[in-house]
């Protein structure tokens, strides 16, 4: 009788103490396509909205897969930190004022659109 050897799939124990990663069958292409939709250039999201600020340096942000360049990215400054640090706490004055429930379904609803793309 021939002896069939059954092949099995690396345990979770296995897979922590090599650290090594397979392939990831998940495609890439919503994130692409994202990207391409703005340009593969983002500025500072600051107050809910992209800015841009004129005499900021861009930096090339890469793909750890591939290396490849996926976007340029603006790097802010100090005056950059104090608006974003004011539109904060701007609106945690709102959030704040919500009730649990309300600010569990935000939180809820952001989930579900991360979850789904």
Same mark, same amino acid.
């Given at each position: 009788?021939?002896?069939?050897?059954?092949?099995? /799939? @690396?345990?979770? $124990?296995?897979?922590?103490?090599?650290?090594?990663? !397979?392939?990831?069958?998940?495609? &890439? =292409?919503?994130?692409?396509?994202?990207?391409?939709?703005?340009?593969?250039?983002?500025?500072?999201?600051?107050?809910?909205?992209?800015?841009?600020?004129?005499?900021?340096?861009?930096?090339?942000?890469? /793909? @750890?897969?591939? $290396?490849?360049?996926?976007?340029?990215?603006?790097? !802010?400054?100090?005056?950059?930190? &104090? =608006?974003?640090?004011?539109?904060?706490?701007?609106?945690?004055?709102?959030?704040?004022?919500?009730?649990?429930?309300?600010?569990?379904?935000?939180?809820?609803?952001?989930?579900?659109?991360?979850?789904?793309?």
């Amino acid at each position: 009788m021939e002896t069939v050897k059954k092949v099995t /799939s @690396p345990s979770v $124990g296995e897979i922590f103490a090599s650290m090594e990663y !397979g392939p990831a069958p998940e495609s &890439d =292409k919503i994130a692409q396509n994202w990207l391409d939709d703005h340009n593969r250039q983002f500025g500072l999201f600051i107050n809910n909205e992209w800015v841009h600020p004129e005499g900021r340096k861009i930096y090339e942000t890469k /793909s @750890p897969a591939t $290396g490849a360049v996926l976007s340029g990215t603006t790097q !802010g400054n100090s005056e950059d930190v &104090d =608006k974003a640090v004011g539109a904060a706490r701007e609106a945690h004055n709102t959030w704040s004022k919500l009730s649990g429930h309300e600010r569990a379904k935000h939180l809820y609803s952001i989930a579900r659109h991360v979850q789904k793309h």
